[in-house]
């Protein structure tokens, strides 16, 4: 935890060529990118905790307290791999960012409304005859990997399309739908499932997957509870519940507009 002289009287240096302000810029966009990564997820508590014991830290420095300072030290020493296990979802997830590319081609080749209106629709149908149904777009970041485990289709998005994919007691009905580039990709796709322990036990599989889908990448999934007949939506690990199909409608607009950007 300590800092050498010379790099203190470097810090206080005044920032004289645009090398330094180059690198003073670098710095504060790295950390703003990384509290926008970290907003509104349970990193935010964990950096506050590790802020506080970095402030108890320096107490026991100043108060002479040795034993408390020594254990401090071994705790930070530490910390990084501790991060890296705790926050590995959220690590991936910001490398990944890097390497996007824009999955939805070019401006205007895909009717986004358009896609967005046929699966509120087929949502909404499936919802009223209790059909549970598990829908996943994918936006910036690909979803390869489970298309290809699942059975491949590469089809125009039609609601009936939809509603007889998810229909009972066909080979497609478990599983996700997953949609790439405005067309249906695949079918019977299986999907990770959330660890997070916050998820109400009243959801079931289909809505664990929905959010552990979201969780590891920036898709955002259509979810039709069986038992309930609701209409969900998973966005970056959290749902958005119960939705009307207006409601569905519009979210979905601004989710795969800004997806696209």
Not at 64 to 70: K, V
Not at 133 to 142: D, M
Not at 178 to 193: D, S, V
């Amino acid at each position: 935890m300590d800092f050498s002289l010379d790099s203190l009287i470097r810090l206080l240096q005044p920032l004289s060529s645009w090398t330094d302000w180059l690198d003073v810029l670098l710095v504060a966009l790295v950390l703003y990118y990384l509290l926008l990564l970290i907003r509104g997820t349970r990193a935010v508590q964990v950096m506050v905790g590790i802020l506080a014991l970095v402030v108890i830290y320096y107490g026991a420095r100043t108060l002479d307290l040795p034993a408390l300072e020594m254990t401090l030290e071994t705790f930070f020493a530490l910390l990084p791999v501790a991060i890296i296990v705790l926050f590995q979802h959220e690590i991936r997830r910001a490398l990944a960012g890097f390497g996007r590319t824009r999955l939805w081609g070019t401006a205007g080749s895909v009717d986004i409304r358009e896609i967005a209106q046929q699966v509120t629709m087929a949502a909404a149908t499936l919802a009223e005859s209790r059909i549970g149904a598990l829908i996943v777009f994918e936006r910036r970041e690909g979803l390869r990997n489970y298309i290809e485990n699942g059975i491949q289709i590469d089809a125009e998005i039609s609601i009936d399309l939809l509603v007889s994919l998810f229909f009972p007691d066909t080979p497609t009905h478990d599983g996700a739908v997953i949609i790439q580039n405005g067309r249906i990709a695949a079918a019977t796709c299986f999907l990770p499932l959330t660890r997070s322990s916050e998820l109400s036990t009243e959801f079931g599989t289909r809505h664990r997957a929905a959010v552990g889908i979201s969780e590891e990448t920036d898709a955002i999934v259509v979810v039709v509870s069986e038992e309930t007949g609701d209409i969900s939506l998973a966005v970056a690990g959290q749902f958005e519940r119960p939705l009307s199909s207006s409601t569905l409608l519009t979210l979905l607009v601004q989710h795969l507009t800004e997806g696209s950007a």
